[in-house]
C-alpha cells in the first residue's frame, strides 16, 4: 500500500469511518418518519390500579393493588417508587428502568446500574445490550454481572381492563441461566434469575399497560409467569 493511501486509511479508521465500499455506521437515531416515544412516567402522588397474576409450580395467585409514584431514596440515590401495599419497585428517575424493591421498607432486590428494559426514545426496529448486576437480599444472594438484550419489536394495540392503548412491545431477557451459557459462569453452581421479557409501554397513560414476565427453569423461584396489567389509568 502505498503512503498515501495508508495515511488515508488510517485517518478514516481513527475516525471511526468505514473505508470506501465497505457497511455504513449504524444510525444513531431514529428512521425518518420513525414514531417515537420519549421517557415519562406519571407525576409524583398519581394513584393507578394493577392486577397481578402469578402462576408457577409451587404456587399461583391474582392480586389486584392500588400504586402510588413517590419520590424516595434508595441505596443513597433518588429514585421514583411505585408503592404498592406490601412491596415497592424502585425505578431509575431518568430512564425508569428498575433498580430495586423494597419490601416492609428494607431492601429486597437490588439492579446495578439498573436492569437496562428501556432505553429512550423508543421506536420501532431499536435494540440495545448491556449488563447488569442482580443481587437478592431475601435469598442472600449477589450474582455476577450478567448481559440482556432488548428491543421494540412493534407498535400496537394492546387490550387490557383499563382499556386499549397503542403502545410500544419491548422483547427483553437476560440474566443468568441454562440458555445464556455466556452468562453462566457462577462457580459454585447456584441457581440465576434468568427471564424473558414483553412490556407494552403505552405513550399515553406513560406507563407501561402490560408487562409479561417468564421465569425460566434455572431461575431460583423455579419456572413461572407473571402479567401484570393495568385496571385504571391514572389520576
Known amino acids: 500500500m502505498r503512503r498515501r493511501d495508508f495515511l488515508q486509511a488510517s485517518a478514516m479508521l481513527a475516525a471511526g469511518c468505514a473505508p470506501p465500499g465497505g457497511p455504513p455506521p449504524a444510525p444513531s437515531g431514529p428512521p425518518g ?119 421494540v419489536a412493534a407498535i400496537e394495540n394492546v387490550t387490557v381492563p383499563a382499556g386499549t392503548f397503542m403502545a410500544f412491545r419491548v422483547e427483553y431477557e437476560g440474566g443468568i441461566g441454562s440458555s445464556v451459557p455466556d452468562n453462566w459462569r457462577d462457580p459454585v453452581g447456584r441457581p440465576g434469575f434468568e427471564t424473558r421479557e414483553i412490556h407494552w409501554y403505552a405513550p399515553a397513560p406513560k406507563l407501561t399497560v402490560r408487562s409479561d414476565i417468564e421465569r425460566l427453569n434455572s431461575h431460583w423461584r423455579g419456572a413461572g409467569r407473571t402479567t401484570t396489567e393495568l385496571l385504571g389509568v391514572p389520576k
Open 33 to 151: 418518519g420513525a414514531i417515537t416515544a420519549t421517557a415519562g412516567y406519571p407525576p409524583i402522588g398519581a394513584k393507578w390500579k394493577v392486577r397481578m397474576t402469578r402462576t408457577g409450580l409451587f404456587h399461583s395467585s391474582v392480586d389486584e393493588s392500588e400504586i402510588t409514584a413517590a419520590t424516595l431514596n434508595f441505596n443513597g440515590r433518588p429514585g421514583y417508587g411505585l408503592v404498592g401495599p406490601s412491596a415497592t419497585i424502585v425505578l431509575e428517575p431518568a430512564t425508569f428502568n428498575r433498580t430495586g424493591m423494597l419490601e416492609n421498607g428494607r431492601i429486597a432486590l437490588t439492579d446495578s446500574p439498573d436492569n437496562g428494559v428501556f432505553s429512550w426514545p423508543l421506536w420501532v426496529g431499536k435494540e440495545w445490550q448491556g449488563t447488569s448486576v442482580h443481587a437478592d437480599s431475601n435469598r442472600g444472594e449477589i450474582w455476577p454481572s450478567a448481559e440482556f438484550n432488548a428491543r
